[in-house]
């Protein structure tokens, strides 16, 4: 093969050498009306499991595409072990931060009900598809997964020993991420972790009691300005990476 192809396309379908491929009716569509792509031409699929791999349109209709796979491109690698438990905000600006999660390696979105959360309702479905969407381009080979929305309560109940809890703490008491990431028993890394940012008016006094009593707990400052949902959100996992990450 010449060149890599641009196109990349995530897939639930098991991937090897010589393997038939159906996509469903919305990758089909994108490919033939929206790429302009018909057969004979090169696209590359992954599906979070067996690496990527390159595939050739052999046939299909409008409606389900049929590829033959031909090439292994990438093995599959292992990414790091990152949940993000955020409050939702305003659609446009949800879709905005399960795009730019899944670029900064994410493994996994729990939108999370506070007492001052705005938005009550997420569709998974929406913000999966926005990931998806996301990993495609970004050459990830792994979707992130999309939790249900939960109370703070239950996740707090719920979360795993030995998974540590980056709590971002808009009142500025913490260490700075950085330096409470390398505190943790010295070895940080060794942990899988997950990262918690509030709903755009804070955490009340009840909730941030309930988050520092737990004890994966990890406090941190995310520095003197205070910063939108969106925004800590970014720092918080650019920081986690840079300090714990692939990067």
């Not at 990993?135 to 979360?159: D, F, H, Y």
């Not at 006094?205 to 925004?231: F, N, W, Y």
Request: net charge positive.
């Amino acid at each position: 093969m010449s060149q890599i192809p641009k196109i990349r396309l995530y897939v639930k379908d098991p991937l090897s050498l010589a393997v038939q491929v159906s996509l469903d009716r919305k990758d089909s569509n994108y490919l033939l009306h929206v790429m302009r792509k018909g057969e004979g031409d090169e696209v590359s699929l992954f599906n979070g499991r067996d690496g990527e791999w390159a595939a050739r349109i052999s046939g299909g209709s409008k409606k389900s595409l049929a590829l033959e796979v031909f090439e292994q491109l990438k093995p599959q690698t292992r990414e790091p072990d990152l949940w993000l438990a955020f409050a939702p905000i305003k659609r446009a600006r949800l879709d905005f931060i399960a795009q730019k999660a899944t670029e900064l390696g994410v493994s996994k979105l729990i939108p999370v009900r506070t007492e001052r959360t705005v938005v009550t309702r997420v569709k998974v479905e929406l913000l999966w598809a926005n990931a998806k969407e996301a990993a495609e381009q970004c050459e990830r080979l792994v979707v992130p997964e999309v939790g249900e929305m939960i109370s703070l309560k239950n996740l707090l109940t719920a979360w795993p020993s030995g998974r540590k809890l980056l709590f971002c703490d808009e009142d500025k008491t913490g260490p700075l991420i950085n330096e409470a990431l390398v505190s943790v028993d010295g070895k940080p890394a060794k942990y899988p972790w997950g990262i918690l940012v509030g709903p755009e008016g804070g955490f009340n006094q009840v909730e941030r009691k309930m988050i520092r009593a737990h004890p994966e707990c990890v406090p941190a400052s995310l520095g003197p300005r205070l910063l939108r949902a969106d925004t800590a959100i970014l720092s918080a996992l650019s920081l986690w990476q840079a300090a714990l990450g692939d990067w």
